[in-house]
């Protein structure tokens, strides 16, 4: 009994008999229907025969991959006050923000999220904020600057009044009446004191651009004068100094840093922005764990970083890192970009924490810092002895102060107190903000995130499970962190097109999980589980190919789908689209989500797989024969989303999807295109052949109109106005490969 009282955490398992019941089910129709393909393909013969059964063995597979993730799905419940027994002892942690563009990432959201850190309940002197800046601009430092002032009243009050959301755009929203009961006079004094700086911080960050920042700052900002975005030397700047280091001090210390960038020298996007980090932060603090957000992330449950410590102090293999899932705040009513992955990630996270730990998605993850050296699990003491300063350096770098912490952190112990002056090492951070410093390095290729995906997130958690450590799963109610998911057709598919790039190029990379699972310390299912997420964008060419299908029948009179005298297949087939339907149904209807939402993300699952996987598949190629390199293209943040939390009462504009004229639309238009033609031209046919026992019948024909219903905001597209029509470059670049199908349909009848 008292042993358990003093569990920091424990494991509760959620999987449901009916549940892994269902998804044999799908997968035992899904396995028929494939081997009855194999059977029949004497007698139906053809091409689309063919077709139907190469897609329909895809989708058995990646259903078997599915079961596979989910089958054991385990979830942490974690007992911070339990943590009262070691209070005292409580490490430090480094805190990371990464913003990379102003225009994109307004500084009012990263600001937010600092100060939601900042506030969050854990000893002040056990933490350091670090802002990395990839944009270099001088007006996300002055919004940092200027939020100290603010910082230093917001910090004390979030914590005298255990305000419940510390990232004050969102906590200003509603009213305090609504939001606490604790409303005493004197309290809403202070809060609408509060409320009333928190505007003019605002309104003094939103107002401040390039060429307009106050005159009486130019001594602080003279680094940024004449410097270029691409091109300049590393800027560190301490903002905020906790004198009194461990021992307590109004708010943690705040430092600055744009690392050095040059035109020729590779910066490795948001991967080398937190190599870049964790050295500084190395140089300076050497917290023992380092927790990493996005600009737009921010902490939404005040004691997250006490819960995450319920997961990492103890056995530490079994928490190499630990990852809260993705959630987003703001949302658009019904999902309708099917962007906010609530099921699957209420569905796979567990599911991955039953065989060994979730990916590492990239934000909203501690890590333990000597995992991102590449120190293996149980390494004590082993190594270190062995290691002359030249090997040191060719791994570390050539920085005495980051040896020196790197050696403290791999094999040292762990880093309870962070120093008070840190002013007196900005210039070792400098130094390792180079964009030099990783050449001829491990920096990259075996320790720090590693490059060679634009998902570099993940590919830096598979290399940790791979090397033998486990992940953890930080479930919160209410959420961890909470970010923007974009919204709009161009935000979200170019979105979806960067991570299927990037998750393609792991698969294909000497990393991949089915090398890792024969030569390292990967499992079996875990390979199986990393498999589910790295295939994703081969879903492209399949539903390209399946949502062609039945307008190929249609246009060559040839036939997929069973005749009416086929009853057993019929039924097999009604059986799986019903069942599948259901069964996908009901989970959203579990996650406390609408019917419409459920509706919402099937239509843009096909948008999504049709569209951005598909020339994610294509961009991924092309990087990998060595034609093009990939890029990280950075997402717009919508700032709407963080001004009202719980305003759902959106208008139907918002939701609407819209266009521009980028490539990654091409793909789902092209196939309404011929869509559209077969239904013209092959419809009559049918129609007047109906009781012919051959050639397209009217599942194709049903088929067709089913694949114009999920992809009607494109039909809409074909007709719409501005920016909810498909631009006429789009039409005419879908329209040739549409052209094109047709006439090899055409003339192969
Ligand atoms: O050169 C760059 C590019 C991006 N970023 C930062 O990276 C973060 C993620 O970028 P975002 O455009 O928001 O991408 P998302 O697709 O929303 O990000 C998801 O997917 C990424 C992998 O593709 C992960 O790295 C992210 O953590 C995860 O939230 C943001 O804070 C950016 O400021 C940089 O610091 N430098
Ligand atoms: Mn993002």
């Keep these: ?94 805190l990371f923000v990464t913003t990379a563009d102003p225009e994109l990432e307004p500084p009012i959201i990263t600001v937010n999220t600092v100060l939601s850190l900042l506030a969050v309940d854990y000893p002040v002197g056990k933490l350091a904020c670090y802002v990395s800046d990839d944009g270099g601009s001088p007006v996300t430092f002055y919004s940092l600057l200027q939020s100290v002032k603010f910082a230093k009243l917001w910090v004390p009050f979030c914590k005298k009044y255990n305000v419940r959301v510390r990232a004050p755009s969102v906590y200003f929203s509603t009213h305090p009446a609504e939001s606490t009961d604790t409303a005493s006079s004197h309290f809403i004094q202070q809060w609408t004191h509060l409320k009333n700086e928190y505007e003019e911080l605002q309104r003094r960050i939103e107002s401040a651009n390039e060429d307009q920042i106050p005159h009486h700052m130019s001594h602080e900002l003279k680094d940024f004068l004449n410097i270029e975005r691409r091109n300049h030397p590393s800027i560190v700047k301490v903002i905020w100094e906790n004198k009194e280091g461990s021992e307590g001090g109004l708010m943690p210390h705040l430092i600055y840093v744009a690392r050095e960038k040059r035109p020729k020298h590779p910066h490795h996007y948001k991967a080398g922005a937190l190599n870049v980090l964790t050295r500084v932060s190395g140089v300076m603090t050497n917290a023992a764990f380092m927790l990493n957000v996005d600009c737009d992330m921010f902490a939404n449950n005040p004691e997250v970083i006490l819960h995450g410590m319920c997961l990492l102090l103890g056995d530490e293999t079994s928490s190499g890192f630990v990852q809260a899932p993705q959630e987003f705040h703001g949302a658009l ?96 951070a400098k130094k390792v903000a180079s964009s030099t410093y990783e050449f001829n390095t491990s920096w990259g290729k075996e320790i720090g995130l590693l490059y060679g995906s634009v998902t570099e997130d993940v590919l830096t958690g598979l290399r940790c499970h791979s090397i033998g450590w486990r992940s953890a799963l930080l479930m919160l109610e209410p959420p961890a962190f909470l970010g923007n998911a974009p919204t709009g057709g161009p935000a979200s598919l170019s979105q979806q097109k960067r991570w299927a790039t990037g998750l393609l190029e792991i698969f294909a990379s000497k990393r991949s999980p089915v090398l890792a699972v024969i030569t390292k310390e990967l499992t079996f299912r875990q390979c199986l589980g990393y498999l589910l997420l790295l295939v994703w964008p081969v879903r492209g060419v399949v539903e390209v190919c399946y949502a062609l299908l039945p307008a190929y029948c249609l246009l060559t009179s040839s036939s997929f789908l069973p005749k009416a005298s086929e009853l057993g297949f019929l039924a097999l087939l009604l059986a799986l689209f019903v069942i599948y339907n259901a069964y996908t149904l009901a989970e959203y209807l579990q996650c406390g989500l609408s019917i ?84 013209v031209l092959g419809g009559r046919q049918i129609i007047v052949g109906a009781m012919e026992e051959k050639g397209a019948g009217v599942g194709e024909l049903a088929c067709s109109v089913l694949v114009l219903v999920y992809l009607w905001p494109f039909v809409k597209g074909l007709v719409g106005k501005g920016s909810y029509g498909i631009p006429w470059a789009v039409i005419c670049k879908a329209a040739v490969p549409a052209c094109f199908f047709m006439h090899l349909c055409i003339n192969s009848v």
């Design 333 to 428: 009513r019904d999902d309708p970009f099917g962007n906010q992955l609530v099921v699957l990630q209420k569905q796979f996270m567990p599911g991955l924490q039953g065989i060994r730990g979730p990916f590492y998605a990239g934000t909203g993850c501690f890590h333990r810092r000597k995992v991102i050296y590449g120190s293996p699990p149980n390494n004590n003491n082993k190594n270190k002895a062995n290691l002359s300063r030249e090997e040191l350096e060719m791994v570390f770098g050539n920085s005495t102060e980051f040896i020196e912490s790197a050696v403290e952190a791999t094999w040292g112990k762990c880093n309870n107190d962070l120093p008070s002056n840190i002013s007196g090492r900005i210039e070792a």
């Design 1 to 94: 009994m008292a042993a358990d009282q003093c569990r920091l955490h424990e494991r509760v398992p959620l999987s449901k008999p009916l549940q892994r019941l269902s998804d044999l089910l799908i997968l035992f129709l899904l396995l028929s229907l494939v081997a009855y393909r194999v059977a029949s393909l004497r007698s139906h013969g053809g091409h689309a025969w063919f077709v139907a059964l190469v897609c329909e063995s895809w989708f058995a597979f990646v259903w078997l991959l599915n079961v596979n993730a989910k089958w054991n799905r385990v979830t942490y419940k974690t007992f911070p006050p339990r943590l009262s027994n070691i209070r005292t002892s409580l490490p430090a942690v480094d």
């Design 596 to 679: 419409r939402a459920w509706w919402n993300n099937q239509r843009m699952l096909k948008i999504y797989s049709l569209n951005a996987w598909l020339l994610g598949f294509f961009s991924a190629l092309l990087k990998i024969l060595g034609i093009s390199d990939t890029i990280f293209e950075v997402t717009r943040k919508d700032q709407r989303n963080n001004d009202d939390s719980n305003d759902t009462t959106n208008t139907a504009d918002d939701g609407r999807f819209t266009f521009d004229s980028s490539l990654v639309f091409v793909p789902g238009t092209a196939v309404v295109l011929v869509n559209v033609s077969a239904l």
